[in-house]
């Protein structure tokens, strides 16, 4: 990256794409139920997403309960549990953190971030969101079937799901394929708009390398459900055919307790490769949008560029890429030919390089920052050491003969829920607490803020992190009860009971952030405008909130990086994007030099 | 401040529960110390990068913080540290990935003196067979399962005839003899899986997977169901005992062959296997996926 003067730089090629002229809403109920603007839908998606989270946050607790006290309640049946496990699980990957990173902060901030008035089907947009909540719905209703929810494992794994041995087989099963397949649909809907907007709305002087790594993130993610999201959809679809139609895509010849089946001749694996093909890539649809959104938290309140833009944005596209030839190792041992052991574990090792750069520019940009302990900020650096731990325990699961043992224990769990649960709430909780003034104009409450940061991090550590020891003893995962069992020490409950009481604690400190974000609603203290003194453009509008159609007469244009924080030679720590070269105010004493900018 | 303090504690007290904590890997009763060196080697190799972000992380936050009048420095770039981070990554991925792969060839290639034993697999409880005199076990299918014939032999296989049938009870293995060990399924998906051998595979219906491995120590140890395979899986267990030669060969000669145990079933009312089949297909709802406790009385004697 060169530095030149800003004058060098005030070239902007014309627009290629004329403004549009948006759909204007005249009723309340078009205005903020059947919406067209983005900000709107984005809300809905995001008020969906965490109600059916708590839900989840719910069955979380019912199932430490049982784990924790065995014995102690008796509606929590070994059906039950499973359908609690299986549940939570789908909710919080699928609908919750993939809804509220694409559906939600997507399009808040695509249209925003880019100098876009809404997205470029708006139509489709508002399709989306109602066909999400279709899904959600779906599968909210398959607790309320006789014989419940499914109780397959949030993994579905075949032959299981669709057996009598599996709570939820005669109507569970059926709603959660059908829910999935809706959730796909709306999320095309939903995803082809964020991609289309990123590549054709951005504004003028919005070079893809001008971009905040938040729309990278998104973006890149976008691209990957839609590429993975359809083998979940074939999956779906032929499982549902084997349990409805009778064919065999995954059921082979079956003896079910005494009884032959009529099925015969396929295979469960290929059910599985299906799955991980879409569900390797979730990792990602879910970190990616994470890893954007902290990068440009860490740079807005440590007031210094993101270190290393174009390395990180780089690492995005190739991490996303990479995440395509990696799904197998999911199947270590599953039964699969154990010769691609050898390529799964090395693609699998290489994709850590590119992240831990990741994790070195972000630690970078604190170096020699100007590090303001906001909450935003705390839970952005709560994320990188929580996702450097649970990104570590992945080089052990991933190494191929190191995962023999562990695989199916409380290790792949304490693992998971740290790397892609604990981190990418982190990034949401942080990301809410920062774009929260923009949406509603105030404040989130502060004292109620740092009792949940505190809490939700120290809590959730102390909940995961004891956890992968289990996991070295050998507790297995997705067990009702352990029960006596002559290699697990009697210490083994206790821990259990610790890691209970901690999961409950944080789960209530939840409780108090869902109520903050009401109370500040109406009763925070109002925010100036880009209280956060940012660069990017979403803070630049006319109005806060942003008005319809984002931008006033004209659409902004842009003229810099994302990242122009702490300039030298600038009396503003901040030049925002919009912010003309001949507008930028010089500090004294730098009259002569003149201000180095980036530029791109 | 508070942060950095919070990220030092976080850091160390991790380090120190990992030394000090009372939970860590069963004793080991296999030839796979080589899968433990491997998680030795990871653990020093992110444990160190561990260490070292978080204490950096907790340096920048207290060295860095916000004071009145100070302004960050400007450096979008440094191509030279870039590299140089990336290079040293990529040496510590390939210092655990090359032992990884290396025991993983061991790991599949299994020895040509390695008996064969077959565990079997259904919903709740394992199943195994011993190639018996012959040394070769029968073929099987599925669709031959039946409450005379639950392992579902092929009865016309010559081979078959004399293999060693254990129904539901304990499986006895010689010491320091390796063991290539075959895995089948009826129904779903089952994984025998016993901690101290550290080998583990799905059982997959449809095929047949397998593991190997050598038991290193006499002792009775308990194998658990590691897929999950419905409501029955936490109860789903067996348990392994390894012998001293000796007393394997007392106890094989006590177990009956497929020959014996077809006979018998033809003439009463059928095997243990089919009789806990039959009580579940005749039970309430209730019984077929009520709790079943898990097996204990065998480790108890």
């Known amino acids: 990256m060169t530095d030149v003067t800003p004058e060098t730089t005030s070239y902007l090629a014309p627009a290629e794409v004329e403004d549009v002229e948006l759909y204007h809403p005249k009723s309340f109920v078009t205005k903020y139920i059947w919406s067209q603007d983005a900000k709107v839908i984005a809300i809905q998606y995001a008020v969906t997403a965490i109600a059916i989270g708590l839900v989840a946050l719910v069955l979380s607790w019912m199932m430490r309960l049982q784990l924790g006290f065995p014995d102690t309640f008796s509606f929590i049946s070994p059906e039950a549990y499973l359908q609690l496990i299986t549940m939570h699980g789908m909710i919080m990957v699928i609908y919750l953190l993939t809804a509220l990173f694409l559906g939600g902060f997507g399009n808040y901030l695509i249209p925003l971030m880019v100098g876009a008035r809404d997205m470029v089907f708006p139509y489709v947009n508002m399709l989306s969101y109602w066909v999400y909540l279709l899904a959600v719905l779906v599968l909210v209703a398959s607790f309320f079937v006789p014989g419940g929810s499914t109780g397959a494992g949030w993994t579905l794994y075949p032959p299981q799901a669709i057996l009598a041995g599996t709570p939820g087989q005669s109507y569970g099963i059926i709603l959660m394929l059908a829910s999935l397949a809706l959730f796909i649909i709306g999320f095309t809907m939903g995803g082809l708009n964020y991609v289309v907007t990123v590549l054709q709305a951005r504004t003028r002087g919005m070079t893809l390398m001008r971009m905040p790594l938040t729309v990278w993130g998104i973006f890149v993610a976008t691209i990957l459900a839609l590429l993975a999201f359809p083998a979940l959809f074939v999956g779906a679809v032929m499982m549902m055919f084997d349990r409805l139609l009778g064919t065999s895509f995954f059921m082979p010849q079956i003896v079910e307790f005494g009884e032959s089946l009529k099925y015969g001749g396929g295979s469960p694996i290929l059910f599985q490769h299906l799955f991980w093909f879409f569900g390797h890539p979730e990792v990602y649809i879910v970190a990616l949008p994470g890893f954007g959104i902290v990068s440009d938290l860490l740079s807005v309140h440590a007031r210094k560029n993101i270190f290393g833009y174009r390395m990180m944005v780089w690492a995005i596209v190739v991490i996303g890429g990479l995440s395509f030839v990696v799904w197998a190792h999911h199947m270590y041992v599953s039964g699969m030919n154990p010769y691609f052991g050898f390529f799964f574990a090395t693609s699998t090792l290489i994709i850590a390089v590119p992240t831990a750069i990741k994790v070195y520019n972000w630690v970078l940009t604190l170096w020699r920052g100007n590090i303001h302990l906001t909450l935003p900020m705390l839970f952005a650096i709560a994320f990188i050491i929580t996702f450097v731990n649970g990104g570590i325990t992945g080089l052990f699961l991933g190494n191929v003969v190191v995962d023999v043992p562990l695989s199916d224990t409380m290790f792949v769990v304490a693992h998971f829920h740290m790397v892609m649960g604990v981190a990418p709430i982190l990034v949401i909780f942080g990301a809410i607490y920062h774009w929260y003034p923009l949406m509603s104009g105030r404040m989130l409450n502060q004292a109620m803020g740092h009792f949940h940061f505190w809490v939700t991090f120290i809590g959730a550590y102390l909940i995961y992190f004891p956890m992968h020891y289990l996991g070295f003893i050998g507790v297995p995962r997705r067990y009702y009860a352990i029960g006596e069992t002559e290699f697990i020490p009697l210490s083994a409950a206790t821990l259990n009971e610790f890691i209970t009481v901690a999961a409950l604690i944080v789960g209530l400190a939840q409780v108090v952030f869902i109520f903050n974000l009401v109370w500040s609603l109406f009763k925070g203290e109002k925010s100036v405008k880009n209280p956060w003194r940012a660069t990017s453009l979403e803070w630049q509008t006319p109005q806060m909130p942003p008005a319809h159609g984002n931008w006033g007469k004209e659409l902004p244009v842009v003229y810099r990086w994302a990242y122009d924080y702490s300039v030298p030679g600038a009396a503003e720590d901040f030049l925002p994007q919009n912010l003309a070269p001949d507008q930028v105010a010089i500090a004294k004493g730098h009259e002569a030099s003149g201000v180095r900018a980036a530029a791109t | ?301």
């Not at chain 2, 790991?107 to 919903?123: G, H, L, Y």
């Not at chain 2, 047949?208 to 658990?224: A, H, K, L, N």
């Open chain 2, 1 to 301: 401040m508070i942060l950095a303090f919070v990220l030092v504690v976080l850091v160390v007290g991790s380090v120190i529960f990992h030394l000090l904590s009372p939970w860590w890997w069963t004793p080991i009763a296999s030839n796979w110390d080589y899968i433990d060196h491997t998680i030795t080697i990871t653990f020093w190799i992110t444990g160190v990068v561990f260490v070292a972000i978080g204490l950096f992380m907790a340096y920048c936050v207290f060295r860095f913080r916000h004071q009145e009048g100070t302004r960050a420095a400007y450096e979008p770039e440094n191509k030279r540290l870039e590299w140089w981070l990336t290079v040293v990554t990529t040496l510590g991925v390939a210092g655990m990935l090359t032992p990884g792969l290396f025991v993983w060839n061991q790991f599949i290639t299994v020895p040509k003196e390695a008996d064969v034993i077959e565990v079997m697999a259904q919903q709740w409880q394992f199943s195994f067979r011993l190639p018996g005199k012959d040394g070769v076990l029968g073929t099987s299918d599925t669709g031959n399962v039946s409450s005379e014939n639950p392992f579902g032999l092929n009865p016309n296989d010559p081979n078959g005839q004399d293999d060693v049938l254990i129904e539901a009870q304990d499986l006895h293995l010689p010491l320091n003899r390796p063991v290539k060990v075959l895995l089948r399924s009826v129904d779903t998906l089952h994984n025998f899986y016993v901690p101290q051998f550290r080998a583990k595979m799905d059982m997959v219906p449809g095929m047949v997977t397998y593991f190997w491995f050598t038991p290193t120590r006499t002792g009775t140890f308990e194998s658990i169901c590691a897929e999950l395979c419905g409501t029955g899986h936490y109860t789903m267990r067996a348990v392994v005992v390894v012998d001293e030669d000796s007393a394997y060969q007392t106890w094989l000669q006590e177990q009956s062959t497929f020959k014996q145990a077809l006979a018998k079933n033809r003439n009463s009312t059928g095997s243990k296997l089919s009789l806990a089949l039959s009580k579940r297909q005749t039970g309430s709802a209730d019984s077929v996926y009520g709790v079943i406790p898990p097996k204990r009385n065998s480790l108890r004697n």
